[in-house]
């Protein structure tokens, strides 16, 4: 596969919700990712308890929820100067 080395230099999320229309294919952008050389980290909401979302999440009810599951990988993932800020 290409390799996409600026990407690799970066923390790659993805989420999906379990009603999205990404849903059936998204193991296989994470795949060509990582066959490129990048190391995403792959959110499947449904997996980690976060259940009824579809493509838009940032617009559903339990959004907050979302937020928080996406914070925690930011702390988790980004250097602590650029995580302070």
Request: proline share 6%; hydrophobic share 45%.
């Amino acid at each position: 596969a290409r390799q996409l080395p600026n990407l690799a230099k970066m923390p790659m999320l993805i989420v999906n919700g379990e009603a999205s229309f990404h849903a059936p294919f998204e193991h296989c952008t994470v795949k060509y990712l990582e066959q490129a050389g990048v190391h995403p980290t792959w959110i499947d909401l449904g997996k980690e308890g976060v259940h009824g979302n579809g493509h838009m999440m940032m617009l559903e009810k339990n959004n907050l929820e979302v937020a928080a599951l996406m914070e925690r990988w930011l702390g988790k993932s980004l250097p602590a100067e650029t995580a302070a800020r």
